[in-house]
């Protein structure tokens, strides 16, 4: 980047700053107050089929699982990371046999109905994804939607959820510690972290890009020469920037805490999901995404390890909400008006062995 525009992200106009302050008091203010079927087709990747949807007005031809020739949202590349067990990352276990909402006695889901509650790990500061909305006071958004259909296939009501506030850096602990029974934080699939927790199939298919002023020449990551970028800890996002040449990697606990040092001007840009940016470009209008996806993103239900039952019958709630139209709703409510219209879902792969 040229240094007239590193001049121009420090000295930026008391306008701005005094919107950037009242952004990040707001959204300091949402962290804080939130602490309180048929089945759609199928790739299994033991016999590496290819079959053609089945979800009403899915007609796409799907791709072999492995084979990483598939594209994804916006075009970009798409390679499935495969772990050492020969699975592709996203590959889970396949979707209980008695489909959604049945729940079997002496099941991890019979657990939580005698509880009274899902306990759900969550975001509440990614706007449109997972956040209090500060004039009901409800956390919304698609994330939220998933967690609340889940709830209602084990009790029958959408609103039998406890939420728990998490960062990004918790997610993978509190289901070891069995602190919650799933996490629904745009939590991306990887092979490493299936040696630690369990995943859904994947439910949403982001990509990492750039938030940048609006005044910004970046077009990507190979205009942010000498240029500090800040990422979210113990994230994917910020594994891929620390390996980008001439950049400078900054760390922060939450995306809250990016968006805050990027409008204070402590950091020229943030990369993370085009998700998460998406949120952040929404409430600040000297703010843009920009680049093509630089990742595969693909996100899952984390849930403890040695609870597959529930992986199966969250499996099967996920397909249903395909089938039945509720994830090409959601989407359209929070996501379409700031990333276009609404990809094919993605498509579940299935297979792993307990």
Same mark, same amino acid.
């Given at each position: ?15 701005r ?36 949807g ?7 031809e799907r791709q ?36 959604p ?5 002496g099941s ?15 975001s509440?500061?990614t ?16 994330d ?23 960062t ?16 629904v ?11 630690h927790?369990?995943?859904?199939a994947?439910?949403?298919? /982001?990509g #990492?890009?750039? %938030? @940048?002023?609006?005044?910004?020449? $970046? ?5 942010? &020469? =000498?240029?500090?970028?800040c990422?979210?800890q113990?994230?994917?996002s ?13 760390a ?10 990027f409008?204070?001007?402590?950091v ?5 999901d085009d ?11 000297y703010?843009k995404?920009?680049g093509?996806?630089?990742s ?8 403890? /390890?040695? #609870?597959?039952? %529930? @992986?199966?019958?969250?499996?099967a $709630? ?5 089938? &039945? =139209?509720?994830?090409?709703?959601s989407?359209?409510?929070?996501l379409a008006?700031?990333?276009g ?7 579940p ?6």
């Amino acid at each position: 980047m040229n240094r007239a525009f590193t001049g121009r992200s420090r000295r930026r106009r008391p306008e701005r700053r005094r919107l950037a302050a009242a952004v990040v008091s707001g959204l300091v203010v949402l962290a804080l107050a939130a602490c309180a079927m048929p089945r759609a087709a199928t790739t299994r990747f033991e016999d590496l089929t290819v079959t053609r949807g089945d979800v009403p007005g899915d007609g796409r031809e799907r791709q072999e699982a492995g084979s990483g020739a598939a594209g994804g949202p916006g075009g970009f590349p798409r390679k499935l990371q495969e772990c050492s067990d020969g699975a592709p990352a996203t590959a889970s276990y396949a979707p209980q046999d008695a489909g959604p909402g049945v729940v079997p006695e002496g099941s991890t889901m019979a657990r939580i109905r005698e509880r009274g509650a899902l306990r759900v790990g969550i975001s509440a500061d990614t706007l449109r994804m997972s956040a209090r909305d500060p004039f009901t006071g409800n956390i919304e958004g698609f994330d939220i939607d998933v967690a609340r259909a889940v709830a209602k296939a084990i009790f029958g009501d959408p609103g039998r959820v406890r939420f728990r506030v998490i960062t990004s850096a918790q997610r993978e602990q509190v289901l070891i510690d069995h602190e919650v029974d799933i996490v629904v934080r745009t939590y991306t699939i990887t092979c490493e972290r299936w040696e630690h927790v369990a995943f859904s199939a994947e439910y949403y298919h /982001a990509g #990492q890009k750039l %938030l @940048v002023p609006s005044t910004s020449r $970046v077009k990507g990551i190979g205009d942010l &020469d =000498g240029q500090r970028v800040c990422a979210s800890q113990d994230t994917t996002s910020l594994a891929l920037l620390r390996t980008w040449e001439d950049v400078e990697p900054v760390a922060a606990a939450t995306h809250t805490q990016c968006l805050a040092m990027f409008q204070q001007g402590r950091v020229d840009a943030l990369t993370g999901d085009d998700t998460v940016l998406a949120g952040f470009a929404a409430q600040d209008p000297y703010a843009k995404v920009v680049g093509d996806a630089v990742s595969d993103e693909p996100y899952g239900i984390g849930i403890p /390890a040695d #609870q597959v039952d %529930l @992986v199966r019958f969250v499996n099967a $709630v996920l397909e249903q909400r395909v089938s &039945d =139209g509720s994830w090409r709703r959601s989407y359209d409510r929070w996501l379409a008006d700031v990333l276009g219209e609404a990809p094919a879902p993605p498509t579940p792969v299935y297979g792993r062995a307990a």
